[in-house]
């Protein structure tokens, strides 16, 4: 009696590895994608950010892949590692070039990094940062620096920039720095840049916003400005968001203007 045997076979995706030229290429095009000054000379690829060089030994990445057998983990794990290798590279800090950033107090949450911060106010905080030029490295608690140095200098070195203010529209109280950079929000954090706006608004409080990282906006404390200053918030666009809240400055201390945000009175 002839013997019949059934062999199923599990519809499995099969896995084709790409031959090392091709990965080489496939990983150097999302990197350079990715950053600025990429470059590829065999066995690496080397990403320049800053101060900061990260060089990838492709050979041993290629070795990763073929245990991994999926391009798109291997590349989410290999950009971890360089964001997590520029983020706590050792920095020689220039303390001329150090400066006081507002953003909001979430910022940082998400990353497992201690910046070198500072309380503010509300739903803001100062974080310190480099100026490099083309970008802003925020410093780290583990660069082993000097921390109060740091602090010290960030705002006289703020203090060489103060710029004049100027009308953002013959319509409407409402001036901003003629300085527009990543600086322009901590301005407001200066006595001599608070006394420019005494002397604009005729009076020694104020409203201000500081929507996103490069706009600092400020107006007479009046309430037809809060409306105002709520619209031109939401007319910002900024891509680095800081705050969509309008607060008010009066004698040394910083309320919400809107009394349903009024929780908190530092």
Known sequence: MPSFYI???ENKEVFIAMNFQEFKLKIFNFFHNQYDNVSLADPNITIIYGTTEIVIDLKEVYAQYNVIRDFDILLKIVSQNISK???TARL???YGRVFPYIQNIEFGN???LDFVTSELFLNLKIVFGMDMGELIRFLIKDDKTDIVKIQKNAFINLEFHEPMLYRIDRNFDVFTPTIISDLSPAFVLLETFRQ???RKTGKESFLFAIPSSAMLMVADCS???IPLLKHLVQMDIGPN???DKI???RRGTVTYADARDRFTVI
């Open 196 to 198: 420019q706006i005494f």
């Open 110 to 112: 998400d990353v497992s």
């Open 85 to 87: 290798g520029i983020n």
């Open 223 to 225: 309430k037809d400005n």
């Open 247 to 249: 607060y008010i400055y």
């Open 241 to 243: 968001k800081i705050s």
């Open 7 to 9: 062999t199923i076979i």
């Open 92 to 94: 020689k800090v220039d």
